[in-house]
């Protein structure tokens, strides 16, 4: 049963990346920050490959782009509303540098979804009035940051008794243990 669920896990996030409306379009990312408390924060689920690479888009100016730096190990957490089914994933995160990739991406991002990396200020930054916030004429503060997860704890709630499971990734793949909910 564990594979099976696994399986039905892999799904799940490639569907989360692809179809706007899913329920792990957007997830919680956890990093720690330079003074060592936790940050949060809801980001937007780009890619997962087959080998359950995470992608997600982040302003290279973002908080979140220093803390990976300072500490690349990160929690995610995805929670499925209609089907009852929580995932908390820990990886390691990576800030891509590779610039033909960035940039292939970067022409595939739509237009009005380009102003999160194109502003003058960085994310954060304090703002008189909202109204007056001003953009790049050229260049961008485009970045990608892809997360290798590591471990993934699925619990699924029931009436008559939930379920949880541990899958930790080892030099063999992936191995599986119940845990209590």
Do not use: C
Request: glycine share 4%.
């Amino acid at each position: 049963m564990p594979d099976k669920i696994f399986e039905k896990i892999k799904t799940e996030l490639k569907k989360g990346a692809l179809k706007k409306g899913h329920y792990f379009k957007y997830f919680t990312l956890a990093t720690l920050g330079v003074d060592k408390f936790a940050r949060l924060r809801l980001v937007a689920l780009r890619n997962v490959s087959d080998d359950l690479k995470m992608t997600f888009f982040t302003d290279k100016r973002s908080r979140k782009v220093l803390h990976i730096k300072e500490d690349n190990r990160v929690s995610m957490l995805f929670y499925h509303h209609k089907k009852l089914i929580q995932l908390r994933i820990e990886g390691v995160a990576r800030i891509n540098t590779d610039q033909f990739q960035i940039q292939k991406t970067w022409d595939q991002v739509e237009t009005e979804a380009r102003k999160d990396f194109i502003t003058k200020e960085a994310p954060g930054s304090i703002l008189e009035d909202p109204n007056a916030l001003e953009f790049l004429e050229e260049g961008d503060y485009f970045s990608i940051v892809e997360i290798d997860p590591f471990r993934i704890e699925y619990l699924k709630l029931k009436k008559d008794g939930h379920t949880k499971i541990k899958y930790s990734r080892n030099d063999n793949g992936w191995s599986s243990e119940y845990l209590v909910p």
